[in-house]
């Protein structure tokens, strides 16, 4: 699959694509509306920014205990019933008199489902779309995400204008319920991927196994540590330069979305591996000219030059899916999404306290260079082409009496995860 054209003509990607984009829409604008609501009968810029970013602090709690789900639900009914619970929940943040505190109880509420949402949505994109797919489908959607943030938090401002931020919300609650239909609607019934009941501890027994193989938990770490840090710079935008803070956003937008379409759909996957650790270290390493405290001009390329290496996390989805058999796909990319999420906002918690402390450049520039650091030291481990689980397992050889026992070298004993696979669905 090398085109857009091959990609929104495969069955369900269009229906996947569009019930995305509005959850992220839904998510955006209740965001904005919410965030409004909470410091105009408040006065705290602490409680407004938790009610914009408190869903992504509380998916750590569904990662601990949802993600089991992820792969042991039909994916169509999941999607359904996440994007109408979250519809309901932003709508009875719509009421009339309800108390700040309760409002911000939905928010963290919301959190924990939206982790298992992530394991779901990308799970499933592994059942639509072919392996050598993957890569270009998952770029569309990141591409769709950035695009829907911009335009979700200019609409969600001018609908706060014109309708009250009471009104906005009930805006995206429909946004939520549209999901809901076309999902539904648009996407075909598949099987769960695993069999078993979910439970929080199937939920901590596969965070279990796919954290011991080491390789796996390279990618995570590359895929949860620098992307946070470089987020917690993103956060120090308004107090390095409040009035062009909005220009640099921008510029971060517009180099993600770059770097996406160039990853996802220009880069050849000869060139994957040769790249994937230059990527990695653009991430960071344009920040360090924060520094100097340069010009705007100059800040603005820095910040899109960067923006180009969050491309990377593409390649790195690419390697963990390789590494994770497709019983646990759903629930290997929830637990990538939730703990990114997740760090993103420790990332932005840290940037704060330490330009509280020093400035917003020296701040800038200091996670920038632990960055640099964290993505040189798990170099090592990201090496190489990664060894599929699909293998088959050779039976174990007959053992003699006088054999030692135990595992040997070439034991897959050290991966939880090392099983026999099917090979994946194709559209």
Same mark, same amino acid.
């Not at 007959?398 to 090392?418: E, K, N, Q």
């Given at each position: 699959?090398?085109t857009?054209r091959?990609?929104?003509?495969t069955?369900?990607?269009?229906s996947?694509?569009a019930?995305?984009s509005?959850q992220?829409?839904g998510r955006t604008?209740?965001g904005?509306?919410?965030?409004s609501?909470?410091?105009a009968?408040?006065?705290?810029?602490?409680?407004?920014a938790l009610a914009?970013?408190g869903?992504?602090?509380?998916?750590v709690?569904?990662?601990l205990?949802?993600?089991s789900a992820?792969?042991r639900?039909p994916?169509? &009914?999941?999607?359904v019933?996440?994007? !109408?619970?979250?519809?309901? %929940?932003t +709508? /009875?943040?719509a009421t009339?008199?309800?108390p =700040?505190?309760?409002a911000?109880?939905?928010?963290l509420?919301?959190?924990?489902p939206?982790?298992?949402?992530g394991?779901?949505?990308?799970?499933m994109?592994?059942?639509?779309l072919a392996?050598d797919?993957?890569?270009?489908?998952?770029?569309?959607?990141?591409m769709?995400?950035g695009v829907?943030?911009i335009l979700g938090?200019?609409?969600?401002?001018l609908?706060?204008a014109?309708?009250?931020?009471?009104g906005t919300l009930?805006?995206?609650a429909?946004?939520?319920?549209l999901? &809901?239909?076309?999902?539904?609607c648009? !996407?075909s019934?598949?099987p %769960?991927r +695993? /069999?078993g009941?979910p439970?929080?501890?199937? =939920?901590?027994?596969?965070?279990?196994?796919?954290?011991?193989s080491?390789?796996r938990?390279?990618?995570y770490l590359a895929l949860w540590?620098?992307?946070?840090?470089i987020?917690g710079?993103?956060?120090?935008?308004?107090?390095?330069d409040?009035?062009h803070?909005?220009?640099?956003?921008?510029s971060?937008a517009?180099?993600?979305l770059?770097?996406?379409?160039?990853?996802?759909r220009?880069?050849p996957?000869?060139?994957r591996?040769?790249?994937?650790?230059?990527?990695?270290?653009?991430?960071?390493?344009p920040?360090?000219v924060?520094a100097l405290r340069p010009a705007?001009p100059?800040?603005?390329?820095?910040v899109?030059?960067?923006s180009v290496?969050f491309s990377?996390s593409?390649?790195l989805?690419?390697?963990l899916?390789?590494?994770?058999?497709?019983r646990?796909?759903?629930?290997?990319?929830?637990?990538h999404?939730?703990g990114?999420?997740?760090?993103?906002?420790v990332?932005?918690v840290?940037a704060?306290?330490?330009a509280?402390?020093?400035?917003?450049a020296?701040?800038m520039t200091?996670?920038?260079?632990v960055?640099?650091?964290?993505?040189?030291c798990?170099?090592?481990?990201?090496k190489?082409?990664?060894v599929?689980?699909?293998a088959p397992v050779?039976?174990?050889?007959p053992?003699?009496?006088?054999?030692p026992?135990?595992?040997?070298a070439?034991?897959?004993?050290?991966d939880a995860?090392?099983?026999?696979?099917?090979?994946?669905?194709?559209?």
């Amino acid at each position: 699959m090398d085109t857009y054209r091959d990609l929104f003509r495969t069955p369900e990607y269009s229906s996947l694509f569009a019930t995305v984009s509005l959850q992220v829409a839904g998510r955006t604008v209740s965001g904005i509306a919410l965030g409004s609501l909470v410091y105009a009968s408040t006065g705290s810029a602490l409680l407004s920014a938790l009610a914009m970013f408190g869903p992504s602090l509380a998916q750590v709690v569904g990662a601990l205990t949802l993600l089991s789900a992820a792969d042991r639900v039909p994916p169509r &009914a999941a999607l359904v019933a996440l994007a !109408l619970f979250l519809g309901l %929940a932003t +709508a /009875a943040q719509a009421t009339p008199g309800l108390p =700040t505190a309760a409002a911000l109880a939905l928010v963290l509420v919301q959190g924990v489902p939206s982790a298992l949402g992530g394991g779901v949505r990308y799970g499933m994109l592994t059942d639509i779309l072919a392996r050598d797919g993957y890569l270009l489908g998952r770029s569309v959607l990141n591409m769709s995400t950035g695009v829907c943030q911009i335009l979700g938090y200019t609409m969600g401002g001018l609908l706060v204008a014109v309708l009250s931020a009471r009104g906005t919300l009930l805006v995206a609650a429909g946004l939520y319920g549209l999901a &809901a239909v076309v999902a539904r609607c648009g !996407l075909s019934r598949h099987p %769960a991927r +695993a /069999a078993g009941r979910p439970s929080p501890r199937e =939920t901590m027994r596969g965070n279990a196994a796919l954290w011991s193989s080491v390789p796996r938990r390279y990618v995570y770490l590359a895929l949860w540590v620098p992307n946070g840090l470089i987020v917690g710079c993103e956060a120090l935008f308004v107090p390095y330069d409040t009035r062009h803070a909005g220009v640099l956003l921008a510029s971060a937008a517009l180099g993600m979305l770059a770097g996406d379409i160039l990853t996802g759909r220009f880069l050849p996957p000869r060139w994957r591996a040769r790249l994937a650790a230059p990527l990695r270290l653009l991430l960071a390493v344009p920040y360090l000219v924060f520094a100097l405290r340069p010009a705007l001009p100059f800040a603005v390329a820095a910040v899109a030059l960067a923006s180009v290496g969050f491309s990377a996390s593409l390649l790195l989805q690419e390697r963990l899916m390789a590494l994770t058999p497709e019983r646990l796909s759903g629930h290997a990319l929830g637990l990538h999404t939730a703990g990114m999420l997740t760090m993103q906002g420790v990332g932005a918690v840290l940037a704060g306290a330490l330009a509280q402390a020093t400035s917003p450049a020296t701040a800038m520039t200091a996670l920038a260079v632990v960055s640099v650091a964290v993505t040189l030291c798990l170099g090592r481990g990201l090496k190489g082409e990664p060894v599929s689980p699909t293998a088959p397992v050779s039976p174990p050889a007959p053992v003699s009496p006088t054999a030692p026992v135990g595992p040997t070298a070439a034991s897959p004993a050290d991966d939880a995860c090392t099983t026999p696979r099917p090979r994946p669905r194709t559209p």
